[in-house]
């Protein structure tokens, strides 16, 4: 059995204001995001300039943050939010949910789009490559945290983490760091260096998350208040995860059906 780390989830205060890890690991998510996809945008005939992607990166992140929170209250906590609607800006007491970010920044690039003349699925396999790095770190923030760990188990590397009993957990955040940030992130920079059809980019971020998504699920400790949704397996995360893997693989047959090279 390792031992928990137990790192203090603030970082900095100064006076009333605290900066805690969660929140910085959005802000290097979001900044490593805009180094890579400015370099891109340098590149001759990219079709894109540093004020764009400076621009994308704040539309995605307002996507994010937005989608993310509301998403959360209305796929996990939606009985919560019924007896108290004021539960969705509670954001201090956490509660960010992917799918629902996911959904704010499609909804994000689309209005982004109209304001710069660019098809919605173009700013998506543009920017999806950079997605992974925003995972990771939110990942490590939710180890840091001590928040999301994993089932209990008798694995060598198994964590007591302190608000999940006594028992040692897989440290799921840490497996999910690795699968949907850094194997993703290369996956899918690597397939985008060279110019792919419309659809194919966004649609292998779809497919390889949903998979990564899924199988992590399998050591995630389901939601308290949620449990198992069906068959005493199915968690919500495999749930919402499903209609991905099926739109990734679409996607990608659309893509290489009728290519349009952009």
Known sequence: MLKYPEIDPVVLSLGPLSIRWYGLMYLI?????????AKRAA???SGWTKEQVSDMIFYGALGVILGGRIGYVLFYNFGAFLENPLTLFEVWKGGMSF???ML?????IWIYGRKYNKHMFDILDFGAPIVPIGLGAGRIGNFIGGELWGRTTDVSWGM???????????????????????ALFTILWLFSRTNRPRYAVSGMFALWYGVFRFAMEFVRQPDAHLGFIAFNWLTMGQLLSLPLIGLGMFMLFIAYRKPVVV
């Not at 999940?164 to 840490?174: F, K």
Request: hydrophobic letters at 35%.
């Open 99 to 101: 799918h629902g970010g």
């Open 29 to 37: 998510g979001f900044v490593s995001g805009y180094l890579l996809l």
């Open 160 to 182: 007591v983490f302190p608000t999940g009993g006594p028992y040692p957990r897989h440290p799921s955040q840490l497996y999910q760091a690795a699968l949907e940030g850094v």
């Open 104 to 108: 704010g920044v499609m909804i994000a």
């Open 43 to 45: 590149q001759p005939n």
